[in-house]
C-alpha cells in the first residue's frame, strides 16, 4: 500500500519555467491531481556566533542563505492540512511549510479561510557554502511562534509580490532568523484544475 501511495503522489519542482532565477516554483500532486500550488523567492537571515580575533570573545556574523534552485521537495495534502518540505544542499537546509485551513461563524453566516499555520527551518552551521567557522557548528532549527500568515478565503489563491519578513526564533540561543518572502503565489487547498490557480 506505501508504494502505491507513492507512485500515486507526483512532487514537481517547476521552477525551470519561471523567468525569475530566484523564484521556485513547487506543485504537489495526488491522486493525479493538483493538490497544492506555490511559486516564492526566499531568503533567510542567520545570526550566527564567530571568535574575534582575540579568540576570547563572540561576535555575531549574519549568514545569508537563498532557497536555491532545484531543491528537493516532498509535500501532503489534506482536506485541512497541507505541508510542503523542501530541502536542499544535501539536507543542510530544510524548510517545512504547514498550512490550515478552518471554518468560523461570522455575521454573514460560516465562512472559511486558510493560512500559513507554521514555519520550521533547519539548517546546519558546520554547512561551508554561507556559514564560515561557526563556533560549535551543528544543527539547529528555527520555528514559528503562534504563526497566522497570508490568511485568504477557502477557495482563493493568496499573492503578493513585494517582500515580507516572517521571524523565526531558533534552537541556537534563542537567535531571531528572518526568512524574507517575495512574489508568493500560493494556494495548498482547493486547486480547481491542473496547474490552475483560483483567482
Known sequence: ??????AEQEVENLSGLSPNPEKDIFVVREN????????FAAKFIVPYDVWASNYV??????????????AEMKGKCGTNESELE?????QAYILKLSFLKEGHNTSRGPEASWRLSRIQ???????????????SPGKHTASSHRLSALVTPAGRSYECQAQQT??????DHQKSVQLLLSEVRLQPF???ADFVFSE
Open 1 to 6: 500500500a506505501a508504494a502505491r501511495l507513492a
Open 32 to 39: 493525479r491531481t493538483t493538490c497544492l500550488m506555490a511559486e
Open 57 to 70: 570573545d563572540l561576535i555575531t556574523e549574519q549568514a545569508d542563505i537563498p532557497l536555491s534552485r532545484g
Open 86 to 90: 523542501l530541502s536542499w544542499l544535501n
Open 121 to 135: 527551518f533547519t539548517y546546519d552551521t558546520s554547512e561551508r557554502t554561507y556559514f564560515k567557522d561557526a563556533v
Open 166 to 171: 516572517i521571524s523565526l526564533v531558533s534552537s
Open 190 to 192: 482547493d486547486i480547481p
